[in-house]
C-alpha cells in the first residue's frame, strides 16, 4: 500500500506540473491584455507599462512560470489582479460552497442513475428498459441551463417548492443537485445497465440461482457489487467535474462557488483566478481517481493495487 499511494502521489505531482505548464502557456499566448482590465480605458502607454512591469508580465515566458512555480510550491496561488486578495483566500471562501453542491449532485446522480439502470437490466428487453433508456438519452442531451431553467419554472415558479436561486439552507440546494444530478444519471443509467447484465451473465450468479436464492439477495449481494465498479471510477472523474464544470448550474442558480469565480475571472482576465482555479480542479480530478482505486479493493477484494 505504502509503495502504491508513493507512486500514485508522484504520478499526481507530474500530472499537476503538466496542468500547470499547459494552463499557464495557454494563458500567456491568450490575446486578451489583463493590463488592459486593470488599467482601465483612459489609461496611458506609460501607465500600462509601469502596470506590466509590476506584476511581471513583461518577462519571458519561462521566467514568469519560474516565478509563479516557485510561488505555488510554497502554497502560494498567486494575488488577484482586479479583487486585491489572496487566490487562496478567494478559492477558499468559495469552495465549502461547490463541495457541498457537489456532494449532493453525487448523490442525486447516483440515487437516479443507478435505480434506472439496475431496474432497466432487470427488465432487459422490455417496454420498461426501452423508456428508460431513452430517458437517460434526454438526460444526457439535455443542455444544463435548459434543465436548470426548467426546474426553475416548475418547483420554483409554479409550485413555489423552492426559492429561486441563493445560497444557505437546503431548499437552495435541491433545484442545482438535481440539474446536475439528471444530466449525470444519463450516463450512470446507461453504464449500471450494460455492467449489470454482464454480471448477470455469469457463472456464479447461476449458480446462486440453482442453490435457491432469492432474486433480490442475488441482485444486491452477489451481482451489485461487481457491476458497480465502473461506477466508481466514474465517480472519481466526477469529483473533478463538479468542482470546476458546473459554472452554468451556479450561474443560473445564483449558486457562489468556485466556478462562478472561474467564470467571472475569465471575464475579466483575471489571470491568476483563472490558474487557482484550474489547479484546484485538478488536485480534485487526482485525488478523486485515487480514492476511487482506494475503495475498489474493499468493494471486490480481488482487486490488488499495484
Request: glycine share 10%; aromatic share 8%; charged share 10%.
Amino acid at each position: 500500500m505504502a509503495v502504491y499511494l508513493a507512486r500514485r502521489l508522484f504520478q499526481a505531482v507530474l500530472i499537476l506540473l503538466g496542468v500547470s505548464l499547459v494552463t499557464f502557456a495557454l494563458l500567456y499566448l491568450l490575446p486578451a491584455d489583463p493590463v488592459r482590465q486593470i488599467a482601465g480605458r483612459t489609461a496611458s502607454p506609460a501607465q500600462i507599462a509601469s502596470i506590466r512591469a509590476q506584476l511581471g508580465l513583461d518577462q519571458h515566458f519561462l521566467v514568469q512560470y519560474w516565478r509563479y512555480l516557485s510561488a505555488l510550491v510554497q502554497g502560494d496561488l498567486g494575488r488577484s489582479y482586479l479583487q486585491r486578495s489572496e487566490v487562496a483566500d478567494l478559492i477558499g471562501a468559495r469552495l465549502p460552497a461547490s463541495l457541498l453542491l457537489m456532494a449532493a449532485a453525487i448523490a442525486a446522480e447516483l440515487c437516479i442513475g443507478l435505480s434506472m439502470g439496475l431496474f432497466a437490466a432487470v427488465r432487459r428487453g422490455t417496454a420498461t428498459d426501452q423508456a428508460l433508456m431513452v430517458t437517460s438519452f434526454v438526460g444526457v442531451s439535455a443542455p444544463q441551463f435548459v434543465v436548470g431553467l426548467l426546474l426553475l419554472y416548475v418547483f420554483a415558479y409554479q409550485l413555489g417548492w423552492f426559492p429561486i436561486g441563493g445560497y444557505g439552507t437546503w431548499r437552495h440546494l435541491v433545484l442545482p443537485a438535481l440539474t446536475l444530478g439528471i444530466l449525470g444519471a444519463g450516463w450512470y443509467s446507461r453504464m449500471m445497465r450494460s455492467s449489470m447484465i454482464e454480471v448477470l451473465r455469469q457463472d456464479y450468479i447461476r449458480t446462486a440461482r440453482a442453490k435457491g436464492l432469492s432474486g433480490a439477495t442475488i441482485l444486491f449481494r452477489h451481482a451489485l457489487p461487481n457491476a458497480i465498479l465502473p461506477v466508481i471510477a466514474m465517480i472519481g472523474i466526477d469529483i473533478g467535474l463538479f468542482m470546476s464544470g458546473i459554472v452554468v448550474v451556479e450561474g443560473v442558480f445564483g449558486w457562489p462557488g468556485i466556478g462562478q469565480l472561474a467564470w467571472q475571472a475569465i471575464q475579466r482576465v483575471d489571470l491568476p483566478i483563472i490558474m487557482g482555479v484550474t489547479l484546484v480542479s485538478a488536485v480534485a480530478i487526482v485525488l478523486g481517481n485515487l480514492l476511487a482505486d482506494l475503495v475498489s479493493p474493499l468493494i471486490d477484494p480481488r482487486i490488488k493495487l499495484r
